[in-house]
């Protein structure tokens, strides 16, 4: 997990650099009217392709990036390197993986969720339960760990917000150590890690990371990806 401020990565706007990190997403960055949606878009690129990059072993301006059909991004052309990204106010946050599906997210650690109607939107009938039985100043706190948790568990999956909050949930007293059911019950055993914690005392942040039952992926150089013998027909039928 990786955090910067927006104005640490801020390039000229329109400039040749800013232009060749974008990549695809150039032409995404210029219909954006914005100004401040404008500087945080260009800024979280510049982020995530940097860190894929180094870890890669490659130029970041060679970093293309696509995204699912829930928005989720990813790297084009190279799956054993997988990605998130968040942010809130000037902070970013990008997650890299190899072990399976990553997912994560910042909040503002003020931020009053606790007590403005939210709990029955966002929580199952467990998780209301348990925030109603502890003390009152550990309420909203704890409701912003279930909120990073389950923001970041619905971008693991490619869901976003698509992925009801009400329908999967955590532990909001004690670690997490798997998705719940409603009731309370395991739904996913051993099949994801969580974690919450807080960082630069304002923030909270919540990953969420799956295993995909391959292992982690020791080799990140972008050629170990490539199947020589598919590479060669590839190229062969192009020659035709």
Same mark, same amino acid.
């Given at each position: 997990?990786?955090?910067?401020?927006?104005?640490?990565?801020?390039?000229? #706007? =329109?400039?040749? &650099?800013? &232009?060749?990190?974008?990549?695809?997403?150039?032409? &995404?960055?210029?219909?954006?009217?914005?100004?401040?949606? !404008?500087?945080?878009?260009?800024?979280?690129?510049?982020?995530?392709?940097?860190? *894929?990059?180094?870890?890669?072993? @490659?130029?970041?301006?060679?970093?293309?990036?696509?995204?699912?059909?829930?928005?989720?991004?990813?790297? !084009? =052309?190279?799956?054993?390197?997988?990605?998130?990204?968040?942010?809130?106010?000037? /902070?970013?946050?990008?997650? /890299?993986? $190899?072990?399976?599906?990553?997912?994560?997210?910042? #909040?503002?650690?003020?931020? @009053?969720?606790? =007590?403005?109607?939210?709990? !029955?939107?966002?929580?199952?009938?467990?998780?209301?339960?348990?925030?109603?039985?502890?003390? @009152?100043?550990?309420?909203?706190?704890?409701?912003? &760990?279930?909120? +990073?948790?389950?923001?970041?568990?619905?971008?693991?999956?490619?869901?976003?917000?698509?992925?009801?909050?009400?329908?999967?949930?955590? $532990?909001?007293?004690?670690?997490?150590?798997?998705?719940?059911?409603?009731?309370? $019950?395991?739904?996913?055993?051993? *099949?994801? =890690?969580?974690?919450?914690?807080?960082?630069?005392? !304002?923030? +909270?942040?919540?990953? *969420?990371?799956?295993?995909?039952?391959?292992?982690?992926? $020791?080799?990140?150089?972008?050629?170990?990806?490539?199947?020589?013998?598919?590479?060669?027909?590839?190229? *062969?039928?192009?020659?035709?």
């Amino acid at each position: 997990m990786l955090c910067a401020r927006q104005d640490d990565l801020r390039q000229e #706007e =329109g400039g040749a &650099r800013l &232009r060749a990190l974008l990549g695809h997403d150039w032409e &995404r960055y210029q219909e954006l009217t914005h100004r401040r949606i !404008r500087t945080r878009f260009a800024a979280s690129r510049v982020l995530l392709k940097s860190a *894929a990059a180094a870890a890669l072993g @490659v130029p970041p301006e060679s970093v293309e990036l696509g995204y699912g059909l829930g928005g989720r991004p990813c790297l !084009r =052309g190279y799956d054993g390197l997988h990605i998130s990204l968040s942010h809130t106010d000037d /902070l970013l946050l990008v997650g /890299l993986a $190899t072990d399976g599906a990553i997912g994560v997210d910042a #909040e503002r650690g003020d931020r @009053v969720l606790y =007590g403005t109607g939210l709990v !029955r939107h966002m929580c199952t009938p467990y998780e209301a339960e348990r925030i109603e039985a502890m003390p @009152v100043a550990e309420r909203n706190p704890a409701m912003l &760990r279930l909120w +990073t948790l389950k923001e970041a568990y619905s971008k693991a999956v490619g869901l976003g917000m698509l992925l009801g909050f009400t329908d999967f949930g955590f $532990t909001p007293d004690r670690p997490p150590t798997d998705v719940l059911r409603p009731d309370g $019950t395991p739904g996913t055993v051993g *099949a994801w =890690g969580f974690h919450t914690l807080s960082y630069a005392g !304002r923030y +909270t942040l919540g990953v *969420a990371l799956g295993d995909d039952g391959f292992g982690r992926t $020791t080799d990140l150089a972008a050629a170990t990806a490539l199947d020589p013998g598919i590479v060669d027909a590839l190229l *062969a039928a192009q020659g035709e």
